[in-house]
T-cell receptor, first 115, second 111 residues
Framework: GAVVSQHPSWVICKSGTSVKIECRSL??????MFWYRQFPKQSLMLMAT?????????EQGVEKDKFLINHASLTLSTLTVTSAHPEDSSFYIC???????????FGSGTRLTVV | DAKTTQPPSMDCAEGRAANLPCNHS???????VYWYRQIHSQGPQYIIH???NNETNEMASLIITEDRKSSTLILPHATLRDTAVYYC????????????FGAGTILRVKS
């Protein structure tokens, strides 16, 4: 079936540094990828939608200059958290939409801790 | 945008059927209902989806009412590993067909 690989699974970084998270569709072409953020005991919150080769569409309240999304190919999207702060600590999850029969496959998530 | 309403939590005995309800009274005619589940600290796992007809796969059954305003996910023989948060989602037909998650139902399967 459709598989989405997300790396790293966890990362710890210092305040002020940037962190890049990768999301790859392994066996299908992902025309659209979605990025979510989840705080403890809360539901997933959609951050942005990206289509291959075009700029991402960000949800209201999400800073596009802080959360840089690149979707340069049909199998790879990246989320870069720039100038990370402790409040950016969260669980980040990607989802890919493409050839699979049910349309949406999620990655395993990345636990970001900013110290 | 179609919104969904689910009970915050449910308990189910191991081996029994788990019936998880979802209300989506504002759903549009061509919007699909999706069910995902999330086990702690993992990405959501697809369960099933449907439009109008009832659906069944190896994991679950999805029963959609005739007016499409509500649906029920059925796990026929719940096991302890089915303990998770279950999300009922209506796929938005505009804005890139994105999936917007609600609060979900915490299902606790107990032995």
């Amino acid at each position: 079936g459709a598989v989405v690989s997300q790396h790293p699974s966890w990362v710890i970084c210092k305040s002020g540094t940037s962190v890049k998270i990768e999301c790859r569709s392994l066996d299908f072409q992902a025309t659209t990828m979605f990025w979510y953020r989840q705080f403890p005991k809360q539901s997933l919150m959609l951050m942005a939608t990206s289509n291959e080769g075009s700029k991402a569409t960000y949800e209201q309240g999400v800073e596009k200059d802080k959360f840089l999304i690149n979707h340069a190919s049909l199998t790879l999207s990246t989320l870069t958290v720039t100038s990370a702060h402790p409040e950016d600590s969260s669980f980040y999850i990607c989802s890919a939409s493409g050839a699979s029969s049910y349309g949406y496959t999620f990655g395993s998530g990345t636990r970001l801790t900013v110290v | 945008d179609a919104k969904t309403t689910q009970p915050p939590s449910m308990d189910c005995a191991e081996g029994r059927a788990a019936n998880l309800p979802c209300n989506h009274s504002t759903i549009s005619g061509n919007e699909y209902v999706y069910w995902y589940r999330q086990i702690h600290s993992q990405g959501p796992q697809y369960i099933i989806h449907g439009l109008k007809n009832n659906e069944t796969n190896e994991m679950a059954s999805l029963i959609i009412t005739e007016d499409r305003k509500s649906s029920t996910l059925i796990l026929p023989h719940a096991t302890l590993r089915d303990t998770a948060v279950y999300y009922c989602i209506v796929r938005l037909r505009r804005d890139g067909n994105k999936l917007v998650f609600g609060a979900g139902t915490i299902l606790r399967v107990k032995s």
